[in-house]
């Protein structure tokens, strides 16, 4: 079965750093292309980030250039994100997902991540 488990959100200040994962079971992870979207209130959950089967980042959204990071550890079946530079707009609900070009996993739980002061 599988299954996405998000964690690291939190509140952060504008400015601010955080580092998401998402441990992922129930297929052969390092097989697959792997995504972090988020969905801010009233909005429609949108893509973030991509990253190859091997490693390599593949997209990003132009938002996101610069300040996020996508990795991952296939011995570990763990994704991450890290963010920098956090503004009020990435505010959001942040989940992973394999997949390409569309979400092939059910959605987990997702992990909020809040940008204020």
């Known amino acids: 079965q599988v299954q996405f488990v998000e964690s690291g959100g939190g509140l952060v200040p504008p400015g601010g750093t955080l580092r998401l994962s998402c441990a992922a079971s129930g297929f052969a992870f390092w097989r697959k292309i792997m995504n972090w979207y988020r969905q801010a209130p009233g909005k429609e959950r949108e893509l973030v980030a991509r990253?190859?089967?091997?490693?390599?980042?593949?997209k990003y959204v132009d938002s996101v250039l610069g300040r996020f990071t996508i990795s991952r550890d296939n011995d570990k079946n763990t994704l991450y994100l890290q963010m920098s530079s956090l503004k009020p707009e990435d505010t959001a609900v942040y989940f992973c997902?394999?997949?390409?070009?569309?979400?092939?996993?059910?959605w987990g739980q997702g992990t909020q991540v809040t940008v204020s002061s």
């Open positions: 997902n394999m997949g390409y070009p569309n979400p092939e996993g059910s």
């Open positions: 990253i190859s089967a091997h490693g390599t980042p593949m």
